[in-house]
Every structure is written in C-alpha cells, then in structure tokens.
C-alpha cells in the first residue's frame, strides 16, 4: 500500500581512488574463487562440517547439495551473480586500506537502484553550482551487467521460447531494484516471471529430461532474490527449493555457490595455503585476494577457539561476532559480542559463528534523506560493494567481469545493517 524512496546521500562521498581500483582489478579474481569452491565438494564438506552441526539452516542447504550431486548434476550452465564489499580501513598510521567486510554470492542487491545514483548526485552538484565536480562522478550501470550474466545464460541454456525466472519474496519492499535489471531483459526480447516459493511448489514441474516448466511455460534462468534466511522457508519451500535444484534450469546462484559465500567459508580462505589450493598455479590472483583480507578467526571446538573466544571476551571492542547469516543485521559489537560469547564459549553453539577484526573507518559528514526522518548532518561511514559476473558452460568461462558498483553510507552510530535493513542509504563514490 505505501510507495518509499530508496534512502540516498545528498552528496556524493569521497572514496581513494586507488582502493576503488583496487576493489575492481581483484574482481574477477574473486569470481574465479567463488566458482573454484562451488565445485570442491570435498572443500565445502570439509569446511562446513562443524557448522552444519550447529545451525540447521546452512545444514539443510548441505543436505540438498549433496543430494543433488549424487543425482547427477543436470544443470550445464553456471550463472554467478556476487557482490564482494569492503571499506577503508585507517589503520594505527592512519593510511586507508581496502579491506573485504563479505560477499554476497545470492540475491546481492541494489545494482538496479545504484544505476540511477550518479545521476541524482549529479544534479544535485549542478544545482549547488558544482558542475565541474559534476562531471567528474563515474557512470555506473550494474544491472546493465547482471542482466548481460542472465541473457548470456538464457542463450547458452538453449531454447528461445524459455523465459527468466526471479524468484522474489512474499512481500517486495526493493521492487523496483529487480525491475532495473529486468527491464533490461525484456528489452533484449528474453521473457522475464516473477515467481514465489509458494508458487513454485504449487505448479512447478520438472520432465524426464529435467526441464523445469512453470505455468507449462520452460524456465532457463532461476535467478533468486530471495532463499538467503531461516525465514524465507516453511516445509513447502525446501521442497520447492529441492525441486529447482534438481533441474536443468540454470540457477543464480546453485545451491553450491549459496554455499560458497557462508561466513565459515570466508574464515577458512584466510588460513595459510588454503587461496593458493583453490586457485592453483595463479599466485597474482591469490596475492590480490589475500591483500584484501582483513583478520579471520574460527571459533571451532579446541585450543585455537577457545583462545580466541577468551582474547574476544577480554577486548570487545577489537571484534565483530558473525553468524552464518545473509541480508545485514546479524552481527554482534561491543558489551553484545561479550555477553553472547560468555555465555556460548564452551559450547557447540559457538562454532555457527566466526570472528573477524573490527575495521576502522574515517568517518565523513554527509546528509542522509530518509522518509519520515529529519534532516540533519550526520558522521557518516561508507561501504563500497563491487558486483562480478560470470558464466561458466561446462569446465569453460564463458563471461568473467566486474560489472558495476555500489557504495552505501550509514551515521557512525549504527554498527551493523545496509539499506533493506533500513540503516544505510545508497550512495555515490567521488574519487579523490
């Protein structure tokens, strides 16, 4: 019933330009990492063994992987959509570094809304007499490129009367978010569905061939804006998630990539020697990755973990607690981070979550328009996310780039969250 804006900075933020760069000449790099774990079984099992001992959800999503490669994989074509996100961490001298907060490997939004950032930015910079500066923000057309992801997809799959289908949430507040990326689809004459979970489960079918028909109509491209939390399924959405994962539909992501981008996996990337198992004979591109890594700890049952949670219980604030949780909000600061570590330090419980070192930021003054809130000058700290495409036919890339930015902007206070969860706001980086 109520139509919101999408929360935005009055002014573009400064952003080096050497970390921007850097965060794009690493993109491809992580592309290749995600998709190199989506396909390590071994890799994936060992690393997510003591978590899916804990936490059920990422436990049934296991389940449904394994149960899919003992079938026999049908899908040919891999379509990975990521959204890898960073700040600038200041460190003791000061200097901003680029340091990887997460990424997102399903459902990573905000390339539709982004594209239309700069454009505002730069009105408001011309009409407070700056057109120089102007002309100085970059264009940025991200769902431009995952559209580019999905169409190549759709072709390679195979069949031109088969249509895209978005897989969304029972109620959309980023709506118009997937419609950007959509409307670039129809105007590359390839037919786009919305679909839910529920619906799914009620008409969704596969063939002998593992075709996946929806309203009898052929789906090629399954690409989700939702299944990223506990919440977004009852009984009938694992079954109807089970059912898209055994077809030949080309899903954004598989299950194995949703897999890849599980905080646990974050952690075990940052041990000695692991980058350089998955990447194999690529040491730039391990080298890259590994310099954008801030402190990772595992909280795993034994010495190492029990050092590790009385080191967190003792200096809070040196730390952020991450569940294995998408979709912002999870995570745990300060006094908080204290009392859930006291209280599950010699349990199980705690090997569902991971460590990581709080990164600090030099705050910026900027004004954040918000519906329904007041207008005033805030200190303000920024994320930038960069998207990654690519698509795989079999054991060939077919499509590998960096396709876009986003960079989001938050007041100092608010620690965790980003813009669906009603902290950040969307933003323009002006480089300097």
Same mark, same amino acid.
């Given at each position: 019933?109520v139509?919101?804006?999408a929360?935005?900075?009055?002014?573009?933020?400064?952003?080096?330009?050497?970390?921007?760069?850097?965060?794009?000449?690493?993109?491809?790099?992580?592309?290749?990492?995600?998709?190199?774990?989506?396909?390590?079984?071994?890799?994936?099992?060992?690393?997510?063994?003591?978590?899916?001992?804990?936490?059920?959800?990422?436990?049934?999503?296991?389940r449904?992987?394994?149960?899919?490669?003992?079938?026999?994989l049908a899908?040919?074509?891999?379509?990975?959509?990521?959204?890898?996100?960073?700040m600038?961490?200041?460190?003791?001298?000061?200097?901003?570094?680029?340091?990887?907060?997460?990424?997102?490997?399903?459902?990573?939004?905000?390339?539709?809304?982004?594209s239309?950032t700069a454009?505002v930015?730069?009105?408001?910079?011309?009409?407070?007499?700056?057109?120089?500066?102007?002309?100085?923000?970059?264009?940025?057309?991200?769902?431009?490129?995952?559209?580019?992801?999905?169409?190549?997809a759709?072709?390679?799959?195979?069949?031109?009367?088969?249509?895209?289908?978005?897989?969304?949430?029972?109620?959309?507040?980023?709506?118009?978010?997937?419609?950007?990326?959509?409307?670039?689809l129809?105007?590359?004459?390839?037919?786009?569905?919305?679909?839910?979970?529920?619906?799914?489960?009620?008409?969704?079918?596969?063939?002998?061939?593992?075709?996946?028909?929806?309203d009898?109509?052929?789906?090629?491209?399954?690409?989700?804006?939702?299944?990223?939390?506990p919440?977004?399924?009852?009984?009938?959405?694992?079954?109807?998630?089970?059912?898209?994962?055994?077809?030949?539909?080309?899903?954004?992501?598989?299950?194995?990539?949703?897999?890849?981008?599980?905080k /646990?996996?974050?952690?075990? #990337?940052? &041990?000695p020697?692991?980058? %350089?198992?998955?990447?194999? *004979?690529r !040491?730039?591109a $391990? @080298?890259?990755?590994?310099?954008?890594?801030?402190?990772?700890?595992?909280?795993?049952?034994?010495?190492?973990?029990?050092?590790?949670?009385?080191?967190?219980?003792?200096?809070?604030?040196?730390?952020?607690?991450?569940?294995?949780?998408?979709?912002?909000?999870?995570?745990?600061?300060?006094?908080?981070?204290?009392?859930?570590?006291?209280?599950?330090r010699?349990?199980?419980?705690?090997?569902?979550?991971?460590?990581?070192?709080?990164?600090?930021?030099?705050?910026?003054?900027?004004?954040?328009?918000?519906?329904?809130?007041?207008?005033?000058?805030?200190?303000?700290?920024?994320?930038?996310?960069?998207?990654?495409?690519?698509?795989?036919?079999?054991?060939?890339?077919?499509?590998? /780039?960096?396709?876009?930015? #986003?960079? &989001?902007?938050?007041?100092v %206070?608010?620690?965790?969250? *980003?813009? !669906?969860?009603? $902290? @950040?706001?969307?933003?323009?980086?002006?480089?300097?």
């Amino acid at each position: 019933q109520v139509v919101n804006y999408a929360p935005f900075t009055l002014l573009p933020s400064a952003v080096p330009s050497a970390l921007f760069e850097q965060a794009y000449a690493v993109q491809q790099d992580f592309n290749l990492l995600v998709d190199a774990i989506s396909q390590n079984k071994e890799f994936l099992e060992h690393t997510l063994a003591s978590t899916i001992k804990v936490d059920d959800f990422t436990a049934r999503l296991f389940r449904i992987h394994v149960q899919v490669l003992e079938e026999g994989l049908a899908q040919s074509v891999f379509l990975g959509i990521n959204r890898s996100d960073y700040m600038f961490d200041c460190g003791v001298d000061g200097t901003p570094a680029l340091k990887q907060i997460e990424i997102n490997t399903i459902a990573a939004s905000f390339g539709g809304l982004t594209s239309r950032t700069a454009a505002v930015h730069g009105r408001v910079l011309k009409v407070l007499g700056k057109s120089k500066e102007a002309s100085c923000l970059l264009p940025n057309n991200p769902s431009n490129g995952l559209a580019l992801g999905i169409a190549k997809a759709w072709e390679l799959y195979g069949s031109q009367n088969a249509v895209v289908m978005f897989l969304v949430e029972e109620v959309q507040r980023n709506i118009f978010d997937q419609r950007c990326v959509e409307n670039e689809l129809w105007n590359r004459n390839i037919r786009v569905i919305r679909k839910r979970f529920r619906d799914v489960f009620e008409k969704g079918s596969l063939d002998d061939a593992k075709r996946l028909y929806m309203d009898g109509q052929e789906v090629a491209v399954v690409y989700y804006r939702e299944g990223y939390v506990p919440k977004n399924y009852d009984q009938q959405n694992w079954e109807a998630r089970l059912l898209l994962e055994r077809s030949r539909a080309v899903k954004c992501p598989d299950i194995a990539t949703q897999l890849a981008g599980t905080k /646990k996996v974050q952690q075990e #990337l940052s &041990r000695p020697g692991t980058l %350089e198992r998955l990447l194999p *004979g690529r !040491a730039e591109a $391990v @080298a890259r990755i590994r310099a954008t890594f801030a402190g990772l700890y595992s909280l795993d049952m034994g010495e190492e973990g029990d050092r590790m949670a009385a080191t967190a219980i003792a200096d809070p604030d040196r730390f952020v607690l991450k569940p294995q949780r998408e979709g912002g909000g999870n995570n745990l600061y300060g006094e908080e981070l204290r009392q859930v570590l006291e209280k599950i330090r010699d349990s199980p419980e705690r090997t569902s979550y991971i460590l990581m070192d709080k990164i600090t930021p030099q705050p910026a003054v900027n004004y954040l328009l918000r519906a329904h809130s007041p207008l005033q000058a805030s200190e303000c700290i920024s994320e930038l996310g960069i998207f990654g495409v690519y698509v795989r036919q079999g054991a060939e890339m077919v499509m590998n /780039k960096a396709a876009g930015h #986003l960079l &989001r902007t938050k007041a100092v %206070e608010h620690a965790d969250g *980003g813009v !669906a969860a009603g $902290v @950040a706001v969307l933003d323009t980086p002006y480089l300097v």
